[in-house]
């Protein structure tokens, strides 16, 4: 008997550690490739949010261990944008619009063209682009954002704020 009361705390504690461990899918951001981000949009328009990082960006690192990971930030996020991290290093070939962007060597490091395109040769990371339900930008956001920086940054864009009121403004509003 009490072998077996033993088991099913054992069963219960590896139960708990399980969904501590692995939170449901709505608890975390759905990163796609560009090539999927494009797919699901030609069925289901939405914005695209493009993260571009590097391998080595400190900042993206912790931007991903914290922001990205915040309630609020993963639900604005996922209700309004198809997510998308791109690496601005990448070596793999990219098709899009007629046009077949590669990685371009550079001293030390080099560059993808698509990250290039995307942030006006403004190479910085981490850098945020936002492009409409057309791909059509509406803005680049570059550098490090805490958790309640983003979450306004991504209201205002994915609720379409952009078009009728600066940033400032709409912070602003937040905060009376």
Same mark, same amino acid.
Request: glycine letters at 4%.
């Given at each position: 008997m009490q072998q077996l009361a033993y088991g099913c705390l054992l069963l219960v504690a590896l139960l708990t550690a399980d969904v501590t461990t692995n939170p449901p899918a709505e608890a975390t951001i759905e990163w796609l490739s560009w090539g999927e981000a494009l797919q699901r949009q030609q069925t289901a328009p939405k914005k695209i949010f493009i993260d571009? /990082?590097?391998d080595w960006?400190?900042?993206? +690192?912790r931007m991903d261990a914290t922001t990205f990971v915040d309630?609020? &930030? &993963? +639900?604005?996020?996922?209700?309004?944008? /198809?997510? &998308?991290?791109?690496?601005?290093e990448m070596r793999e070939l990219i098709q899009y619009?007629?046009?077949t962007f590669k990685y371009q060597a550079q001293g030390r490091r080099g560059f993808h063209e698509l990250a290039y395109a995307l942030l006006d040769g403004r190479m910085s990371y981490p850098s945020f682009v936002y492009l409409d339900e057309n791909r059509q930008r509406i803005s680049i956001s570059p550098g490090y954002k805490d958790a309640a920086g983003m979450e306004v940054e991504l209201r205002y864009v994915g609720e379409d704020h952009f078009a009728t009121q600066s940033f400032e403004d709409f912070k602003a509003q937040g905060e009376e």
């Open positions: 571009i /990082y590097t960006c400190g900042w993206c +690192k309630a609020d &930030v &993963v +639900k604005a996020m996922n209700a309004n944008f /198809y997510a &998308v991290k791109l690496d601005a619009d007629n046009h």
